[in-house]
């Protein structure tokens, strides 16, 4: 599986996050997958509650069905949680 690191920044914690993410699932599935680890990793002081990825640059929703690969997003990618 290729995967590429990208760099979550979660304004809800005031915190930034290093990343890896599968290129061949799609947004929604990454999605889920980094909204889980955040959660853990926050020690429940972040619950997801439709949580939505997008672009750190300006702050537009990532197309959930697309994936990292057709979005071009490459290692380094910077994306918000939100």
């Keep these: 599986m290729n995967e590429i690191l990208i760099a979550l920044y979660v304004p809800a914690l005031s915190k930034s996050f290093d990343v890896f993410i ?18 853990k990793l926050a020690d429940g ?10 672009s750190r640059d300006d702050g537009q929703p990532l197309d959930a069905n697309a994936t990292p690969a057709t979005l071009n997003l490459r290692n380094g ?6």
Excluded: D, H
């Design 22 to 39: 599968p290129t061949a699932a799609t947004m929604f599935e990454v999605s889920a997958l980094v909204t889980s680890a955040i959660e």
């Design 45 to 54: 002081l972040y619950v997801s509650n439709g949580a939505v990825l997008c």
């Design 77 to 82: 990618a910077q994306l918000l949680l939100i």
